[in-house]
């Protein structure tokens, strides 16, 4: 068997609008009723909640059968851990909390078998290779791996022009939870300093040529984020999807229920 294209990679180089959401209940049965829905990714969640690399990879089975493409969102930055998650076979990795360039580069020498990267190879191990079935998978590998970075911090913002122009960053997402937390505004990512602030980073990163996305938990903000220059857009989490339409049917059952906190934040 042949290397899978990576559709979403070719779908953000053409700037193709790709709206997707957060998994964060690590469960393979709700990935995969998410996966029945029609969105264009799903991006399983291993910073934030409970996922380690075996219910990503359990997950990622899960969502093999359907047109939806997975991304990934590692815990942090080590390259031992990021070879373990491309062993899982996501070829889309979403990284959280890049500050610098220096870190950037770091990440994509990690997703890289040598000379180019440190990556150590041991695909009769993993699924990312089918377990060596895929005979073009050290040719054709690198090459359909998209590395999306997370900047989430007064830092980053800082370093945004630097970040965005290093080889091998496809593409640049905002975390407005961090993002607003870092700026002295935790908990209020509708705040007008922090929705300034992803405006311009939105525009700056599409001014760099790489594709801009964000995290954008209330659907009625898509359009302006999408004015902004986003074109790929994380519409909430499961776990709040789930919550918010319990709530809502009680509320319909029993009108004086329920004290909502939903927009405390990612
Ligand atoms: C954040 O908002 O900080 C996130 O990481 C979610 O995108
Ligand atoms: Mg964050």
Redo the contacts with the bound molecule.
């Keep these: 068997m042949l290397m899978p294209p990576n559709k979403f990679k070719q779908a953000l180089a053409q700037r193709r609008t790709q709206f997707g959401l957060f998994l964060g209940l690590a469960n393979p049965i709700s990935a995969e009723i998410l996966a029945t829905c029609g969105y264009d990714f799903l991006l399983i969640d291993a910073e934030h909640g409970l996922n380690d690399t075996r219910s990503v990879q359990a997950q990622l089975q899960a969502m093999a059968p359907y047109p939806v493409q997975c991304l990934v969102r590692p815990a942090h930055h080590d390259p031992a851990l990021i070879k373990q998650l491309l062993g899982t076979g996501v070829q889309t990795l979403l990284v ?1 909390m890049v500050d610098t360039a220096e870190q950037a580069r770091a990440i994509v020498a990690s997703m890289h078998y040598p000379p180019k990267g440190i990556r150590g190879v041991g695909t009769g191990l993993e699924r990312g290779s089918r377990w060596n079935a895929v005979s073009d998978y050290f040719a054709k590998g690198a090459e359909e791996l998209c590395l999306i970075v ?1 900047i ?1 911090s007064r830092t980053a913002l800082e370093n945004l022009d630097e970040i965005a122009s290093v080889e091998g960053v496809d593409a640049v997402f905002i ?5 607003a937390a870092s700026l002295g505004h935790l908990g209020q990512v509708s705040h007008p300093d922090v929705k300034a602030a992803i405006a311009d980073a939105l525009a700056r990163i599409s001014a760099h040529g790489k594709a801009a996305g964000v ?1 954008c938990a209330d659907a009625t903000q898509a359009a302006s984020f999408q004015e902004s220059g986003a074109s790929f857009l ?1 519409m909430g989490a499961d776990t709040g999807l789930l919550r918010s339409a319990a709530l809502k049917l009680l509320a319909g059952l029993r009108p004086q229920s329920g004290a909502d906190n939903a927009s405390a934040g ?1």
């Excluded at 975390?175 to 993002?179: A, I, K």
């Design positions: 959280p997370q989430e975390g407005p939870s961090d993002l995290f994380a990612y």
